[in-house]
């Protein structure tokens, strides 16, 4: 947008945002004379001093705080978030009424008695300034509940206007989150103490309905259902500011994400969207809006608006300023300079930070997510926030209440420890039977599978509907295809973890279950609303051919999508997390197969459990024709993305079969190339040029006609083949071991083969920058890897730069071996997560870290709750073993990986969990060897 009048404020400093307290001037005491006993002599001149200002909290509660008279807003504001212990709170602001119908926001930077007339006798309250375009935004479970209660207040005085059906709609998920889940009588009694909607007695029956149909649901789920309801309709977040055309005409003028929207009583009519905006400005009571020569279009090139006094004129545009900032701007605008003599216009501007700065704050600051638990109120039983006065020593109960629901936990250092050791089995009791432990698998491979689905339905939603980059069609496709499946593993995730709490029972003391341990019935009941949502699997494959399609045709939406992946929270390849709920379906059964195998003949788990792998089984059978195809059309995409000078390498009809690295021999000698093998050609390729992560093509040969076979021994070249086409001979060698040339050599005979018996093959990429790129170096680059920096695998892969560096192809480069199709289809049903302690070579200490192991690579977290890995080790090419007398561990349950001279030593919690975390890596990647190499 461009320019609006006035001069930019600079941000307040970080310490006067979290209530630092500003410099008092010169003292007027008496020589020796202390502030308290001044209090003392003159309590009226003290009181003075001091001001009580209530605050109204979204809940409907009361808090007060203690503010001097002269005091700017940013204090009082600061207060308030520090009590309530909000995160993300510049998308909140105290308001008050200057009138019994206009509501004024509190402002940071001018004191409060300039602002309130009578401060002692007003009553603020708390509310959501800034509504974001999506609740995915909101980062923090407690921010979306503020915003479900300011959503609840919206619908009761009737700002939220919206159908009936609709109305009632929110109102029954609001009545979930309260009360919890429907009972008629009590839903009755309920509605007649507390409002809802404006007329409620006339949608009761309609509300109680839709309540009916919750059950299950946890508050947090319920917040999140209102925010995405509510968003879609036209009064969201909307205020009105009455004003009227230059024809006279009485409209309603509001400000939202996008720009200035019109209304005609509650229809909206227009939209200017900041884009199109050049300036907006006001003069007395006129309201003026300049529009872009080249976007007015049938408008004037200024449009007017008149409001019904001047102040309420400047309310108007102080809100359109401070929108404008908050959502278009990345930071705040540098300042201009004071006039000397004469400012002109008003020197007003939004001070806080921008929603950017605000999401990279919560995002890279660092800050602990303490998980804000929150119970219905029939059984409302945790931790609340403790006010300014409680001294920071005391640690309060589980079971404490505090004066208002709406203040979000603290912990103690303690309590924040135990928190990160929260699946440290020492402290409890362990069932010694592998039932216990597979259920264990599944309880910590769903925490990263919903953490896998937040990228998507949080951080990738946020990216794009902050730059506005992808259509709106396809943005409905996609998040109505994986956020139905993400609200559902949220609740399966807490009854998993109800139900293991139970298992391990109290930390001394028998257990408190009174049977045989169960699991079946939790998972029957998630694999059968699983195959309800089969329809949301099959569309992936659609969304993930129309994001390639977009990708393609926007470069704006390619651009955030490249931005997305250079993020730490995308620790793969975007579209490999759409593969992800596919992928977990065949991880279920993979699982559920295991665990009826451990069950005894007669087990009271047995019947649910063998139920609960047939719905599974079913589901999976239908899915993996699709799941196929999905999985060739990602590594299609991701190759497209890896290699340079070649075009069309995405079309149907084509099947990715192999990739990996051999040396191929050349008038210089054998120079290393990458080659990728499929259904109907081989590609060979060499590194790009120094500082990018892309492979130049540097040869296309077709499969049709196509012979290879073992070279003979007069080359001196071990494991060496050569591959014979009508336009060129080629002699390669597998640098690595024979089993890696017989490797090749079979995946080649076996497609010439196929591609022999096939109908025609699909049309060759073209290749138009192989004959005017300059070549590259061929000498391949070395290893250095640091055993105190494994954010990668070795340093040559850390200078990639633009893209991950954990991907297939650039280890298979840097490790001299090759992965299959098959192989990589294995590894994504295949996968583990929990804790284990990692010590390197020569360490004496061992560190316990939450490890992810995923698409060949252990990616190390601090606890499972973090968004993003710390470091990532690229698997392909190591040796797993158990540690040897010259290793010098003595500590039980250890596995060893090893690479050349690097060695790593992971210790696992269980038996069954070494045993696992053994099998899933070395069962992963046939380069993966049994015993240590050299």
């Avoid at 909000?86 to 909140?92: R, T």
């Avoid at 004003?243 to 009485?250: L, N, P, W």
């Avoid at 998630?526 to 994001?547: D, K, Y």
Wanted: with cysteine; charged share 25%.
């Amino acid at each position: 947008m461009g320019e609006i009048e006035g001069t930019y404020r600079v941000l307040q400093t970080p310490g006067t945002r979290l209530g630092a307290q500003s410099p008092t001037g010169v003292s007027t005491l008496e020589p020796g004379q202390g502030l308290l006993a001044a209090m003392a002599r003159n309590p009226t001149r003290a009181q003075e001093k001091h001001l009580q200002v209530r605050v109204k909290l979204l809940d409907g509660t009361v808090e007060t705080f203690d503010i001097e008279p002269k005091c700017q807003g940013n204090l009082l504001l600061t207060q308030v978030w520090m009590r309530l212990n909000l995160v993300e709170s510049d998308y909140f602001g105290l308001e008050f009424q200057n009138t019994p119908s206009c509501w004024i926001w509190l402002e940071p930077l001018k004191p409060i008695v300039r602002q309130v007339r009578r401060p002692k006798n007003t009553l603020l309250r708390l509310a959501v300034k800034f509504f974001p375009p999506d609740p995915g935004q909101l980062q923090e479970e407690y921010t979306r509940y503020l915003f479900a209660l300011q959503l609840k207040r919206d619908l009761v005085e009737g700002q939220l206007t919206c159908s009936d059906t609709t109305a009632a709609l929110l109102a029954s998920h609001l009545l979930q989150s309260e009360i919890g889940d429907y009972d008629e009588t009590l839903d009755r009694e309920h509605l007649k103490v507390n409002e809802y909607l404006p007329d409620q007695a006339l949608s009761l029956e309609k509300v109680l309905e839709f309540h009916r149909q919750h059950t299950g649901q946890t508050p947090a789920e319920s917040d999140f259902q209102v925010l995405e309801i509510a968003r879609k309709l036209d009064m969201y977040g909307v205020r009105f500011h009455v004003a009227s055309d230059r024809e006279g005409t009485e409209i309603n003028l509001a400000v939202s994400h996008r720009g200035v929207l019109v209304f005609q009583g509650t229809t909206k009519i227009n939209t200017f969207n900041w884009s199109k905006v050049r300036k907006l400005s006001f003069k007395r009571k006129r309201f003026l809006i300049k529009l872009h020569p080249e976007v007015h279009g049938p408008y004037q090139d200024t449009l007017e608006f008149l409001l019904g006094s001047r102040d309420g004129c400047k309310t108007f545009w102080k809100i359109c300023v401070e929108y404008h900032t908050f959502f278009r701007l990345l930071d705040q605008p540098k300042p201009k300079a004071k006039a000397v003599l004469f400012s002109r216009g008003s020197s007003f501007r939004y001070s806080g930070r921008t929603q950017k700065q605000l999401v990279d704050y919560v995002k890279d600051s660092g800050i602990k997510k303490i998980p804000y638990e929150r119970r219905h109120s029939k059984t409302r039983m945790s931790i609340r926030a403790l006010t300014v006065d409680v001294p920071k020593q005391v640690t309060l109960s589980p079971r404490e209440w505090s004066p208002s629901p709406l203040l979000s936990p603290v912990l103690s250092d303690a309590g924040r420890a135990r928190m990160d050791n929260n699946d440290e089995p020492t402290h409890k009791r362990l069932p010694t039977d592998h039932t216990y432990f597979i259920a264990k698998e599944i309880l910590t491979t769903e925490r990263t599978y919903l953490k896998d689905l937040e990228v998507l339905t949080v951080w990738f939603r946020s990216a794009v509907v902050k730059e506005d980059a992808m259509p709106e069609d396809l943005r409905t496709l996609l998040f109505s295809s994986i956020d139905p499946v993400y609200e559902l593993h949220r609740g399966f995730l807490r009854r998993l973890e109800q139900r293991l709490a139970l298992w391990e029972g109290p930390p001394s003391g028998t257990p408190t279950h009174g049977g045989p341990l169960r699991i079946g019935d939790i998972l029957l009941r998630n694999m059968q609303q699983l195959q309800e949502f089969s329809g949301c699997f099959q569309r992936h494959a659609e969304v993930l051919t129309a994001l390639d399609k977009a990708t393609r045709c926007s470069k704006k939406l390619e651009a955030v999508c490249k931005d997305f992946e250079l993020q730490k929270v995308c620790y793969l390849p975007l579209s490999a997390f759409l593969l992800k709920p596919a992928q977990r379906l065949a991880h279920y059964r993979l699982l559920l197969t295991r665990l009826c195998s451990q069950l005894p003949p007669g087990h009271p788990d047995l019947p649910d459990c063998q139920d609960a792998l047939i719905a599974t089984t079913e589901v999976t059978s239908a899915l993996k024709p699709s799941l196929v195809r999905l999985g060739n059309l990602q590594k299609l995409r991701e190759l497209q993305r890896n290699l340079a000078g070649i075009e069309g390498l995405v079309v149907p009809g084509r099947e990715f079969l192999r990739e990996g690295c051999l040396c191929q021999l050349t008038t210089k000698g054998l120079q290393a190339r990458m080659f990728f093998l499929f259904s109907d050609m081989l590609l060979y390729t060499s590194r790009g040029f120094p500082g990018t992560s892309r492979f130049q093509v540097r040869g296309l040969l077709p499969l049709h006609g196509m012979l290879v076979e073992e070279s003979r021994q007069e080359w001196s070249v071990p494991h060496c083949f050569t591959i014979y086409t009508a336009q060129k001979t080629v002699l390669v060698a597998a640098s690595s071991t024979r089993l890696e040339m017989e490797k090749w050599l079979g995946d080649l005979s076996s497609a010439i083969e196929a591609a022999k018996k096939g109908g025609p093959s699909p049309a060759l990429p073209t290749s138009p920058a192989c004959a005017r790129t300059p070549r590259p170096t061929d000498e391949a680059a070395t290893e250095q890897e640091s055993e105190d920096d494994i954010q990668v695998a070795h340093g040559s892969l850390e200078g990639l730069g633009q893209h991950r560096a954990n991907t297939t192809l650039h280890v298979c480069w840097f490790r001299n071996t090759s992965v299959s199709r098959a192989e990589l289809s294995a590894a994504a049903e295949n996968q583990l997560s929990g804790y284990l302690l990692r010590k390197f070579k020569n360490s004496s200490g061992w560190q316990k870290l939450w490890v992810v192991f995923t698409n060949f690579c252990l990616f190390f977290y601090k606890t499972h709750q973090d968004d993003y890995p710390l470091a990532s080790l690229p698997l392909l090419g190591y040796s797993i073993s158990r540690p040897e007398e010259v290793d010098s561990v003595h500590e039980e349950r250890v596995f060893k990986l090893q690479f050349k001279s690097h060695v790593y030593y992971f210790r696992a919690e269980s038996e069954y969990a070494l045993e696992r975390w053994m099998e899933v890596i070395s069962g992963q990647a046939a380069s993966l060897e049994g015993s240590p190499s050299g």
